[in-house]
RNA sequence: GCAGAUAUGGCGGAACUGGCAGACGCGCUGGAUUUAGGUUCCAGUGGUUAACACCGUGUGGGUUCGAGUCCCACUAUCUGCACCA
């Protein structure tokens, strides 16, 4: 009999031998293929590892060891993205500098990370706090802003008015202050934005050069949101002004019945001494500079507005005068901030005009427009309309946006949903923005030569109450020379977010330590584009178009070789407490990996977390679910004590094997590892059902499970005698031959209900299957056969009236 | 509100392109081993039924010889919504 299995030692063993020999160091040698696999870099907060990390890291892990065995040169780097709010909070709050509890938090990670051997390639780590790294990071923000991508804008923040500073919108819960309870405004600020927008056509139409998941390139087109639409010049009565729209539907442009300004519109104020009603218009305006964007729109079922009263619009079409109305359902930041509104075809407009008893005219047949709008583009056909009645919408979209542009009211237009990025943070823990201002020459990029820009050491973290960052206390460092023209010069004070360090920490990898460039191109030839980067799926529209768009742009300035940063794209699901819901301390539902570690190994918990559910599903813990795996583990272990000499596979078993090889080597490669792991509990059960295996047989389990549990197999290997060690052995090969029975079963069917069960050769012909299975049934075919179907390998299924 | 997804036993989940629903694991029941508990091993386990059989994949329709899978209309839940990361 064998001892007991003991991960606490095996485990630490293995972990010290992988770091001793370099097991996973990836070499730049440029003849061997490469794999270059990708997961999200956390942020090291002060909570420690979550169970929700190992997911993705234990599959991106399998996939990278399963490579390595195969013979790929394998990058599967690990780095730290730690700059960010909550350590600021924490340095505030506890009164220790930002960078100390940044080095704390890391090395906890690193620890955690460590206990649970995965292959990182620890040479190549990366911190985005790094002084050497975030160098890089402010050189692109250089190279951006001397394209013309990075420009200063009047921004609306959110406010909190007692502590006078600006909050994230995480921070503003139910329009108040998180930490005082104090009403938030928004507030105008000026701000550092990347134009984002210049490269929303290329990050949608390339989304065709790559291999994403399907969900993530739907997400990725409707957050950028393109339309294609125009803008329409509506005269105001009595003005030289025009009040320009844009509409995607210039179709329904004979139906409008009033207009709708943005209250943050600046035709309100430029006509301030017009409208009769300012009170009430201010009134409404400073109610919605109370609300979010998202609160305007989600109250969408409550309309409120106010009808200016003073001005009116008339529609260029047909000379009509119409109303014009504020209402926080139109945003600024969209469009051109005022919309024309067609309630007969617009959601949004209708329940306006019901609430308000505006008009509704129907100009496309084919609903009710007293019931609802009618929005159905493919079937209505144009009424009352003018020269458009009789046409489809596609043709009156085409005949009206000739018309406008012919006679100088309005003009066919692109738009976009996504807007540019807020680039700047009142914030000390993040990096610089290496820019200073000259009262003579504006705004000043500093030589690249002096990056990088380092953050200087202030007391306070807190912001000051102007609003501005901690950094402007700092009057030695900020009080400085332009280096344009040598005069005084302020520099910067706002810094980056924290998406900056993230959006480009792929490239860094490559060559981490290199201080005259980013990475060195010829690596970056080598190991790009990242062929299989996997992450949450809420990073979908941020995170990764954040760092597609600098990709892009570094692709276009030359730097990088390839337009798009990541060949493929795959996205986990997140763990859940065993109540189902979201793991959080105030649900007290949150499990630590280290006492998973600490109670059953970290092989049981790698397989548990693989084995837990589908990848891409959310999955709620268990523990009985993971001392199933424990126990899995335990007799993978005790197979030793069957084992006998032999180097073949023992004939019992060889077709399950075959099978198994086949499944788990495909089902890595399509993250299905709950079925793979379902396959090889399969194997050890048939192994102990059989009573004896061959060293050829155990050999094969062990190769198999070792991306999954790497330290008990490694073990295994080395006490069966197996030469060399398991994480540089090849992986096995299946013959598909072998993979099917030489007898099948086969259902028989009568009118698809399963009425028999017949064996029958692998090849057996139609004919003889149908004849099989008749004789099968023979007693309850008692009608007249109308059909007679053989799906090969499955069923037989007579149909009979 | 907008966008994306999900829904299958007591539980987590499986089911390739429409072909035996419930693989694998947990839990539970019974048995063996053990002084006992635990561990381990063996057998059983969707529901109704004495049985034959019938019912069963969120709800309601439809297509098909055959639907968890395809189509239409709903409902519920989860994620994101631009200063959390």
């Known amino acids: 009999m064998s001892e007991a299995y003991n991960p606490e030692v095996i485990e630490k063993k293995w972990q010290k031998i992988w770091d001793d020999e370099k097991a996973f160091h990836a070499p730049n040698d440029y003849t061997k293929p490469k794999m270059y696999n990708l997961v999200e870099f956390p942020y090291p907060s002060g909570q420690g590892l979550h169970v929700g990390h190992p997911r993705p890291y234990t599959a991106m892990d399998i996939v990278s060891r399963k490579r390595r065995m195969q013979g790929y040169n394998v990058l599967f780097p690990m780095g730290w993205d730690a700059f960010g709010l909550p350590t600021e909070n924490y340095a505030i709050k506890n009164h220790i500098h930002p960078k100390i509890v940044t080095k704390n938090n890391v090395a906890r990670f690193k620890a955690q990370l460590h206990r649970?051997?995965?292959?990182?390639?620890?040479?190549?780590?990366?911190?985005?706090?790094?002084?050497?790294?975030?160098?890089?990071?402010?050189?692109?923000?250089?190279?951006?802003?001397?394209?013309?991508?990075?420009?200063?804008?009047?921004?609306?923040?959110?406010?909190?008015?007692?502590?006078?500073?600006?909050?994230?919108?995480?921070?503003?819960?139910?329009?108040?202050?998180?930490?005082?309870?104090?009403?938030?405004?928004?507030?105008?600020?000026?701000?550092?934005?990347?134009?984002?927008?210049?490269?929303?056509?290329?990050?949608?139409?390339?989304?065709?050069?790559?291999?994403?998941?399907?969900?993530?390139?739907?997400?990725?087109?409707?957050?950028?949101?393109?339309?294609?639409?125009?803008?329409?010049?509506?005269?105001?009565?009595?003005?030289?002004?025009?009040?320009?729209?844009?509409?995607?539907?210039?179709?329904?442009?004979?139906?409008?019945?009033?207009?709708?300004?943005?209250?943050?519109?600046?035709?309100?104020?430029?006509?301030?001494?017009?409208?009769?009603?300012?009170?009430?218009?201010?009134?409404?305006?400073?109610?919605?500079?109370?609300?979010?964007?998202?609160?305007?729109?989600?109250?969408?079922?409550?309309k409120t507005g106010v009808c200016i009263d003073g001005i009116s619009a008339i529609n260029p079409v047909n000379g009509e005068e119409i109303p014009v109305w504020i209402s926080d359902y139109v945003l600024m930041s969209y469009g051109t901030g005022a919309i024309m509104a067609v309630p007969g075809h617009d959601d949004r407009d209708w329940e306006f005009a019901k609430k308000f008893n505006l008009p509704i005219i129907e100009v496309i047949a084919g609903g009710n427009v007293d019931e609802a709008a009618f929005t159905d583009v493919q079937t209505g056909t144009l009424v009352n309309s003018g020269f458009l009645t009789g046409m489809s919408v596609e043709e009156a979209k085409k005949a009206i946006t000739e018309f406008l542009h012919k006679n100088g009211l309005g003009e066919p237009k692109t738009n976009f949903k996504l807007r540019d990025w807020v680039f700047s943070r009142q914030r000390y823990w993040g990096?610089?923005?290496?820019?200073?201002?000259?009262?003579?020459?504006?705004?000043?990029?500093?030589?690249?030569?002096?990056?990088?820009?380092?953050?200087?050491d202030v007391k306070s973290y807190m912001p000051t109450d102007t609003g501005e960052s901690p950094l402007a206390h700092m009057t030695e460092w900020v009080n400085t020379t332009c280096p344009c023209c040598g005069g005084p010069a302020k520099r910067e004070t706002d810094t980056m977010p924290q998406w900056a360090g993230s959006s480009w920490y792929f490239l860094r990898y490559i060559d981490p330590e290199n201080d005259t460039c980013i990475a060195d191109p010829e690596a970056m030839k080598y190991w790009l584009p990242v062929d299989w980067y996997n992450g949450g799926m809420e990073h979908t529209t941020l995170h990764l178009l954040y760092s597609r768009f600098w990709h892009k742009f570094l692709y276009d300035q030359g730097v990088v070789p390839t337009p798009e940063p990541y060949q493929k794209r795959t996205s986990h699901g997140m763990i859940l407490g065993s109540n189902g819901e979201k793991m959080s301390k105030s649900r007290g539902n949150v499990v630590n990996p280290d006492d998973v570690v600490n109670d059953f190994g970290a092989d049981t918990l790698r397989t548990y977390e693989m084995f837990i559910g589908a990848f891409e599903l959310a999955a709620a813990w268990s523990e009985d679910g993971v001392k199933g795996c424990r126990k899995f583990l335990d007799r993978v272990w005790k197979l030793q004590d069957i084992v006998k000499d032999g180097n073949a596979y023992t004939p019992a078993l060889e077709t399950r094997i075959h099978q198994t090889i086949k499944k788990v080597s495909n089902d890595y490669e399509e993250m299905k590892y709950n079925t793979g792991i379902a396959a090889m509990m399969t194997l050890v059960n048939?192994?102990?059902?059989?009573?004896?295996?061959?060293?050829?047989?155990?050999?094969?389990?062990l190769v198999l499970l070792n991306p999954v549990a790497p330290h008990i197999t490694e073990e295994l290997w080395e006490r069966m005698g197996f030469a060399g060690r398991l994480y540089n052995t090849a992986w096995p090969e299946y013959d598909e031959e072998k993979t099917v029975e030489a007898m099948i079963e086969v259902v028989v069917q009568i009118n698809g209900k399963v009425r028999a069960k017949i064996t029958v050769p692998k090849d057996v012909d139609k004919d003889t299957a149908i004849a099989a299975g008749k004789e099968a049934v023979a007693d309850k075919l008692t009608g007249t056969i109308v059909k007679e179907i053989y799906v090969p390998g499955r069923l037989v299924n007579i149909v009979q009236k």
């Open 686 to 701: 048939d192994f102990y059902k059989v009573g004896s295996i061959t060293k050829a047989d155990y050999k094969v389990l």
């Open 116 to 302: 649970l051997g995965y292959s990182f390639d620890w040479d190549r780590e990366v911190n985005t706090t790094d002084p050497n790294y975030y160098h890089w990071t402010q050189w692109i923000f250089l190279k951006l802003f001397k394209a013309g991508l990075a420009y200063k804008t009047e921004m609306p923040i959110n406010w909190c008015t007692s502590c006078k500073v600006g909050l994230a919108n995480e921070e503003v819960v139910g329009g108040v202050c998180e930490r005082c309870g104090s009403p938030v405004i928004r507030k105008m600020q000026s701000q550092w934005m990347l134009k984002i927008t210049a490269y929303a056509d290329k990050l949608i139409d390339d989304l065709d050069l790559v291999d994403y998941i399907e969900r993530v390139k739907i997400q990725q087109k409707n957050w950028i949101g393109r339309s294609h639409g125009a803008e329409v010049d509506f005269a105001l009565k009595g003005k030289e002004e025009k009040l320009r729209i844009y509409t995607t539907r210039p179709d329904t442009l004979f139906g409008v019945t009033y207009m709708v300004l943005s209250p943050e519109h600046p035709y309100i104020e430029q006509f301030k001494d017009e409208i009769k009603n300012w009170d009430e218009v201010v009134a409404y305006r400073e109610a919605a500079a109370r609300k979010s964007d998202f609160e305007r729109t989600e109250l969408a079922k409550d």
């Open 431 to 456: 990096e610089p923005i290496p820019i200073v201002k000259c009262e003579k020459c504006g705004y000043v990029p500093i030589p690249e030569d002096q990056l990088p820009l380092e953050l200087p």
